[in-house]
């Protein structure tokens, strides 16, 4: 079992975005390195080569012009002289080869007479050029007999053409010592690679670094969903940092608080459904099981049974409409997007509920400003304001007052339905539009309600785009406002 953890471990290493950063990073970093440092080294290469081969070629070309003429005129004792003194000061080995190829001086004096088997001398010699260089590996047995230079693998040789009065006489050859140069373009090399292998290595440090930081908090925030998915809706992302990061913390932490919301709402809601459900079908339950064990029941009794059986069946009945009601409310698709003549609603709603004012003795008035039109669903529109208007004639007292109005306000469409009825203590208020609140359960059942209705109309108000709120005093009634925007739903 550990085997395989530690298995299981590596392979998320291998996969996780921190690896991908480093290797990425890696590959940008080094191949940067690697072609910076080749390129570098090769700069300083070419320019220490090209500074000898310039420094070797104008002695040579020196010593070509001052040996020319006593090469020309057979001069032997001047031109030892001259070589012997011109090979310390150049602290290498001088040749000087006729136009048969032939070395006729040397200051080593060991290949006079000799012909030359250099290449550099051979392509003056064939009239190709009037100068020739080039650096050799030829091994050090014969690095030490051309320069006398020990344990040396590279020698360099300089060639350049003598003329006289007639033309080219021959070719001075210039052989120099240039493996204290070889040496110190490889400690340049070598240095400058270890250079940039050391600072690609703090670099690769400093991104291992670096991705830990960047990749913390998005593995804080794996490990926070891993948890949710286990069901803790209550675990949240730590917020920290700037830019992105945080804010796609927050937003998760957003995310997250309206889950556990909506589980809270959503297990409230089962909860609540149950026991609404539940109180009914009790109660019809005991009056059918009394009317089964008491046969010779009265019959007004059994009337009255049957009666209330039938109250408690149309609250079931209410409940479960109100129920696939809510389920519809969140999807804006089903709405019919019309223009509604919200003055003229107001009116017909008005009109439809007066008898029921009337009947208590209540005094219901408007007051509609006309011509106020609104993109909407007329029908959830009129469901809106019948709801307020019948628990407004609901929880006002026999005659009390009830004043509805409709007026442009801001440029927006506002309902106000007022009422002097029991009114709605302070502690409830935030409370009444969640779904089977009741401010006196007892009541709103004597009244018929399922504790879903004001909960519908916010949902119907927020499908339009509006707003609605709630002022109120405990027998001083209340006043709801509905605000809906000018243009309506989008």
């Given at each position: 079992?550990?085997?395989?953890?530690?298995?299981?471990?590596?392979?998320?290493?291998?996969?996780?975005?921190?690896?991908?950063?480093?290797?990425?990073?890696?590959?940008?970093?080094?191949?940067?390195?690697?072609?910076?440092?080749?390129?570098?080294?090769?700069?300083?290469?070419?320019?220490?080569?090209?500074?000898?081969?310039?420094?070797?070629?104008l002695?040579?070309?020196?010593?070509?012009?001052?040996?020319?003429?006593?090469?020309?005129?057979?001069?032997?004792?001047?031109?030892?002289?001259l070589?012997?003194?011109?090979?310390?000061?150049?602290?290498?080995?001088?040749?000087?080869?006729?136009?048969?190829?032939?070395?006729q001086?040397?200051?080593?004096?060991?290949?006079?007479?000799?012909?030359?088997?250099?290449?550099?001398?051979?392509?003056v010699?064939?009239?190709?050029?009037?100068d020739?260089?080039?650096?050799?590996?030829?091994?050090?047995?014969?690095?030490?007999?051309?320069?006398?230079?020990?344990?040396?693998?590279?020698?360099?040789?300089?060639?350049?053409?003598?003329?006289?009065?007639?033309?080219?006489?021959?070719?001075?050859?210039?052989?120099?010592?240039?493996?204290?140069?070889?040496?110190?373009?490889?400690?340049?090399?070598?240095?400058?690679?270890?250079?940039?292998?050391?600072?690609?290595?703090?670099?690769?440090?400093?991104?291992l670094?670096?991705?830990?930081?960047l990749?913390?908090?998005?593995?804080?925030?794996?490990?926070?969903?891993?948890?949710?998915?286990?069901?803790?809706l209550?675990?949240?992302?730590?917020?920290?940092?700037?830019?992105?990061?945080?804010?796609?913390?927050?937003?998760?932490?957003?995310?997250?608080?309206q889950?556990?919301?909506?589980?809270?709402?959503?297990?409230?809601?089962?909860?609540?459904?149950?026991?609404?459900?539940?109180?009914?079908?009790?109660?019809?339950?005991?009056?059918?099981?009394?009317?089964?064990?008491?046969?010779?029941?009265?019959?007004?009794?059994?009337?009255?049974?049957?009666?209330?059986?039938?109250?408690?069946?149309?609250?079931?009945?209410?409940?479960?409409?109100?129920?696939?009601?809510l389920?519809?409310?969140?999807?804006?698709?089903?709405?019919?997007?019309?223009?509604?003549?919200?003055?003229?609603?107001?009116?017909?709603?008005?009109?439809?509920?007066?008898?029921?004012?009337?009947?208590?003795?209540q005094?219901?008035?408007d007051?509609?400003?006309?011509?106020?039109?609104?993109?909407?669903?007329?029908?959830?529109?009129?469901?809106?304001?019948?709801?307020?208007?019948?628990?407004?004639?609901?929880?006002?007292?026999?005659?009390?007052?009830?004043?509805?109005?409709?007026?442009?306000?801001n440029g927006?469409?506002?309902?106000?339905?007022?009422?002097?009825?029991?009114?709605?203590?302070?502690?409830?208020?935030?409370?009444?539009?969640?779904?089977?609140?009741?401010?006196?359960?007892?009541?709103?059942?004597?009244?018929?309600?399922?504790?879903?209705?004001?909960?519908?109309v916010?949902?119907?108000?927020?499908?339009?785009?509006?707003?609605?709120?709630?002022?109120?005093?405990?027998?001083?009634?209340?006043?709801?406002?509905?605000?809906?925007?000018?243009?309506?739903?989008?």
């Amino acid at each position: 079992m550990v085997t395989i953890s530690r298995i299981r471990t590596k392979q998320a290493f291998w996969a996780s975005i921190r690896w991908k950063i480093l290797l990425a990073f890696f590959v940008i970093v080094g191949l940067s390195f690697f072609v910076a440092a080749t390129t570098l080294t090769g700069q300083v290469s070419d320019y220490l080569f090209e500074q000898r081969t310039r420094e070797d070629s104008l002695l040579t070309e020196k010593l070509a012009t001052s040996a020319a003429p006593l090469f020309q005129s057979v001069s032997v004792e001047e031109l030892n002289e001259l070589l012997e003194e011109s090979a310390v000061s150049m602290n290498g080995r001088l040749m000087l080869i006729d136009m048969d190829g032939k070395i006729q001086y040397d200051t080593f004096q060991t290949l006079c007479g000799q012909r030359i088997q250099v290449d550099e001398a051979l392509q003056v010699l064939t009239g190709h050029q009037a100068d020739a260089y080039g650096i050799h590996s030829p091994g050090k047995a014969v690095v030490e007999e051309m320069n006398g230079e020990k344990n040396a693998d590279y020698l360099a040789y300089s060639a350049h053409e003598m003329t006289g009065f007639q033309g080219r006489i021959g070719v001075a050859l210039f052989v120099s010592r240039v493996q204290s140069m070889m040496d110190s373009m490889g400690t340049v090399r070598w240095r400058l690679l270890s250079v940039f292998a050391i600072i690609a290595v703090a670099a690769l440090i400093l991104a291992l670094v670096l991705s830990q930081v960047l990749t913390k908090p998005i593995t804080a925030l794996s490990r926070t969903m891993r948890r949710m998915g286990k069901g803790d809706l209550s675990v949240r992302v730590p917020v920290s940092g700037s830019g992105e990061l945080r804010e796609l913390a927050e937003n998760y932490n957003t995310m997250a608080a309206q889950l556990e919301s909506l589980d809270k709402t959503r297990n409230q809601f089962v909860s609540n459904a149950s026991h609404e459900l539940k109180t009914p079908l009790a109660t019809m339950k005991i009056m059918l099981e009394t009317m089964m064990y008491q046969p010779d029941m009265p019959t007004d009794l059994r009337e009255e049974f049957m009666h209330d059986m039938n109250h408690e069946i149309d609250r079931l009945t209410g409940i479960i409409t109100d129920l696939l009601v809510l389920t519809r409310m969140d999807n804006k698709d089903e709405m019919t997007r019309e223009t509604v003549d919200m003055s003229e609603l107001t009116q017909e709603t008005v009109h439809l509920l007066l008898p029921a004012a009337e009947k208590k003795g209540q005094q219901l008035t408007d007051e509609i400003e006309p011509g106020l039109r609104l993109v909407g669903d007329r029908i959830k529109l009129n469901q809106i304001l019948y709801n307020l208007m019948d628990n407004a004639i609901k929880y006002t007292p026999e005659q009390g007052r009830i004043h509805v109005s409709l007026r442009e306000e801001n440029g927006e469409l506002v309902w106000r339905v007022h009422d002097n009825g029991i009114g709605i203590p302070e502690e409830d208020q935030e409370h009444i539009f969640e779904r089977f609140y009741r401010v006196d359960k007892a009541r709103s059942r004597e009244t018929g309600g399922t504790g879903l209705g004001l909960s519908i109309v916010r949902q119907m108000v927020k499908m339009h785009g509006g707003t609605i709120s709630v002022h109120s005093e405990p027998d001083s009634g209340s006043e709801f406002v509905v605000s809906f925007p000018r243009e309506g739903v989008e």
